[in-house]
């Protein structure tokens, strides 16, 4: 039987600290990738992959990002009117619509945690196992969801999570895999460690911001207790479903941003930019400004 995936959930409710002053007014998932705003990739991605209901965990603060989400027919109206019809019809392609579009917006109102945001996505997610996108994680290149979709359904189900490779002095910053065994893309994983210390880390497979998750992750997350920081963790309910469910890393195609972070969004601007001819002047105009730091 195959296990459609036809929800995804996207947790935007954070307040972007980490880019304050600029996310006080501008929620982060508005903030520009070149010239998209890191939602609309993420949407691109659900859209592509074939997703039909989309659930936006956000905070009452957030409003912009269900204006940038949703049409708004009276702008496109003001810019055809300026003569402005191919930035209208962007929009428009971007946007979705109450009538055409299977979209739904839920709030979460106290930062309790990525596992809580998820589970505050249930009584919107349509029934088999749901797609879990952090747009803070910008995946360039192959969809990745679109693949983890195909892997998920020909495999047995469970729970499923992007994996990368990272050196061994970073896994401090991942929920880490301890990988059972691989076959191709597929890691089958014993179990998940959260941010290990680089000496008691089981593999150097980290885990990214794109889950396929059984529909059982609800009802774990419903009596999961408070992990670290206080705060309901995605990846301890993971975990614990890994020995009844099965856990499987996915090695993605892609290539992975971390936008959660200024250099990484840096990045992930210049990445794009070295693809874009109109930014080519201005990246061998600045070429030569940066300079390598003198030894400590």
């Known amino acids: 039987m195959l296990h459609t995936v036809r929800t995804a959930i996207f947790p935007v409710a954070g307040l972007g600290t980490r880019f304050l002053p600029a996310t006080k007014a501008t929620p982060k998932e508005l903030l520009p990738v070149l010239d998209t705003p890191l939602i609309q990739y993420a949407i691109d991605e659900a859209r592509d992959a074939g997703i039909e209901r989309m659930v936006f965990v956000s905070h009452p603060s957030k409003s912009a990002i269900e204006r940038h989400v949703m049409d708004d027919a009276a702008l496109r109206s003001q810019l055809k009117a300026r003569g402005k019809v191919d930035i209208a019809a962007v929009l428009e392609e971007n946007a979705f619509c109450h009538e055409n579009d299977d979209v739904r917006f839920v709030m979460q109102s106290e930062p309790l945690g990525l ?47 992007a994996s990368m490779r990272v050196p061994l002095d970073e896994t401090s910053k991942y929920g880490i895999l301890s990988v059972a065994n691989e076959a191709g893309r597929m890691l089958h994983a014993k179990c998940m460690v959260e941010k290990p ?4 880390a089981p593999s150097c497979h980290a885990v990214v911001g794109r889950y396929v998750l059984d529909a059982n992750v609800f009802e774990r997350l419903q009596t ?24 499987a890393g996915f090695s993605f195609s892609g290539r992975r941003f971390d936008c959660g972070s200024k250099a990484g969004m840096l990045r992930a601007t210049l990445h794009l930019a070295s693809q874009d001819p109109e930014c080519a002047a201005v990246l061998e105009e600045f070429s030569g400004i940066v300079q390598p730091r003198a030894a400590a």
């Open 115 to 161: 596992g809580h945001a998820v589970l505050c996505a249930r009584e919107h997610a349509l029934p088999g196992a749901v797609a879990v996108i952090l747009p803070d994680d910008l995946i360039i290149g192959q969809n990745c969801l679109a693949e983890m979709i195909e892997a998920y359904e020909q495999g047995n189900g469970g729970h499923m999570v």
């Open 197 to 200: 210390a680089p000496q008691d």
């Open 224 to 247: 999961q207790v408070p992990g670290a920081g206080g705060e309901i963790q995605l990846t301890d309910a993971i975990a614990k479903d890994a020995s009844a469910l099965g856990l």
